[in-house]
């Protein structure tokens, strides 16, 4: 998903990648990097379309293990006539774009023997082809085609073999102007380029068919690459842009193009037919638009059919460019430890930091701005001994890297209070240069990331807020805290085995109840923080009808999953359900020993409830939540069942002196009843919408 908000307006466009494949031992080195990106940045596409066009069983093997291991990649197999096709390819490329002119929608082509890319194909490039409409396809610097090898020569000056020179840029003139009324006057008609034109008008006979200088221009760029690494200096295959009004047709290895503008362009001229030259001469002679190469972002061809014909494959090309991803892989790592800052989110073991929620809001939003900064990011959780046992969060544990002594040591010299911390965050250009090397900063109940929405130098970077929070959040569990087995055993088997079989005819919904520090076995508390008791009978009432309209005709079982503070709610519950005979259809799934508060709970033997009430929560149908607590909000956002709903249903619990905990700044309504709940110290929201309950 790409934000682009020229203009102050912003507007979302799904990102699509699209590839007619495949060939395993080109596409094995193109997956490297789209592999690589994609674990970098989850918004830098939103899926990989792969149209498979091969009969070779180890390639269908390769495809069909990319489709089952990435769930970004869907694999199209073509039909004709009811019957799967694999090597009709013009017939199977044709086809494809009917389904790639989605409104809305960038799709980026890449052949599968693309076996370079940089990072910025999918941040500058795609700015560049949203922001410049108007032409039918954007290209990149493309190494190995044999306009842009033209243009290297003759433009940039380039020597790409000792004594062979490509001159397509230069005869490709007369052979345009010759074909261009002949083009001009079939509009919507299908041409054959060779009944037009020769071969080598079209096909560079050095660029194009010349073995000895395509190994020549690998070498020089992979031996370029490579130094240029080093000295962190790559701009000799750069340039700005070339606008190609002479309807060059340059190979479409690699090219972008908006589904809208496929969507119109086929309503004017149809559909497309043999894609190459329709993209880059018929088109652009048609329509008057012509196509553009920015030349800003740079991509590795590996070889046209013909090289391959004349020996490619037998030289050690292939095996050098996969070897080149290695090194720049490492040579980046080793730049990257030497010089990259540490962020430790650090729970002070002399302070009370907070709940269970209050701890995962603040490290999330500590992992997502170490991301965003480029720091290495590490979770120092003071008693770990209640936490070990039950996650696996290994790849980011403090411990591993200093002793409790060193980070206590630490946190006297490199401790940031949250109050300079936020300062930084909504005032300072670049939150690295303010930050030590290692960088110690307390977990608190406070989700830092809203204060760089206030950021002038990092709002306009960020996405829409909600589109941030669900993905943030909807990979925490999958990545940075893993629930191991002794905690998914506490999981109730029926919450288990709807996971296991979405299809069953039950619905599990969730309940959590945050009633206050009154009921729970804790060390104090704030005798305003608490709900009455004839409220909370009142709300849950009002709820069990809710849910029961909303589901009972849907399913034959309607399960209650209930998480509360308040001890005596499951009996309450309990009494209703036994009292209304229609409420039969519930059953109430609930692990009957006291919540803990990780920070106050005065006996910690049942810590293991809190943890499996959460990821429970997690994995429920539906949710209702408490407003105010974190442990509800998170395990909402975290819940993958509710990841495309557009609000969350919000309990609210009415408690006096209540300061606003958490995830975002809504104005609540009291949901239990219809009257509304007004209180000016919370501002207009950054997040999605609420519903009521009444």
Partial sequence: MYLDNQDGNNKYYRIVLVSFAGRKCTMSILMKYIEKYKNKNTDYFDEYRIFVATTIKEDLDYLESLNNKFDWINLVYTKKDDKIILDDRNYIWDASYKTC?????????????????????????????????????????????????????????????????????????????????????????????????????????????????????HNMFINDIKNNNNNNNNDKYKFHEWRLKGIQPVSISCCCWLGDNLK???????????????????????????????????????????????????????????????????????????NQKIMIAYCDPSKKVGGFGDRILGIISMKYIADLIGSKFLIYWSNDKDLKPYFNYDKYDATNHYTDEELVDMNRVNHMSSDIFIYYLKNISNLNDNLFDVQLLPVLGINYILYLYQNKNYKNKLPKYDILLKEIYSSFLREVFIPKQNILNKIPKQIKNKSCNPNNNTIIVGLQFR??????????????????????????????????EKYESKYDKIYLFLTTDYYKLYDYIN?????????????????????????????????????????????????????????GRISSLMNLNLYNQEYRNIIHLPRKNLSLKGISTEKFYKLSTKKPYNDDSFDDSLWNKIITLS
């Fill in 101 to 217: 002119c989605q409104e809305d929608t960038v799709y980026l082509k890449f052949d599968d023997d693309i076996i370079f890319l940089e990072e910025n194909i999918f941040t500058d490039f795609i700015k560049f082809r949203i922001r410049n409409k108007e032409h039918p396809l954007v290209f990149p610097a493309i190494i190995n085609n044999s306009f842009t090898s033209w243009y290297y020569e003759y433009q940039k000056k380039i020597e790409i073999h000792p004594t062979l020179k490509t001159k397509i840029g230069e005869t490709w003139i007369d052979t345009s102007k010759r074909i261009y009324p002949y083009v001009k006057e079939r509009i919507g008609q299908q041409i054959k380029i060779g009944n037009i034109t020769e071969t080598n008008e079209v096909l560079c006979p050095v660029a194009w068919g010349n073995l000895d200088y395509v190994v020549s221009l």
């Fill in 264 to 338: 119109k362009y086929t309503s004017m001229v149809g559909e497309v037919k043999d894609d190459e030259p329709w993209w880059t001469i018929w088109l652009p002679v048609w329509t008057g638009y012509y196509n553009i190469i920015y030349g800003k972002t740079v991509v590795g061809h590996y070889a046209y059919y013909k090289q391959r014909e004349l020996g490619l494959d037998k030289t050690d090309i292939l095996e050098k460019y996969d070897s080149l991803f290695d090194y720049l892989e490492n040579n980046n790592q080793n730049k990257k430890n030497a």
């Fill in 515 to 548: 009633c206050g520090d009154k009921y729970m076995d804790i060390i104090g508390y704030d005798k305003n923080m608490w709900t009455d008791v004839k409220i909370i009978k009142e709300i849950v009432n009002n709820l069990l009808k809710i849910i029961f």
């Fill in 575 to 631: 009494q209703v359900r036994n009292s209304v005979p229609i409420y039969k259809k519930f059953e109430i799934l609930y692990d009957n020993r006291n919540i803990i508060h990780i920070d106050l709970s005065s006996n910690k033997k049942d810590i293991d409830k809190l943890y499996s009430d959460f990821i429970s929560l997690t994995m429920c149908d539906d949710l209702y939540i408490t407003y105010d607590s974190n442990l």
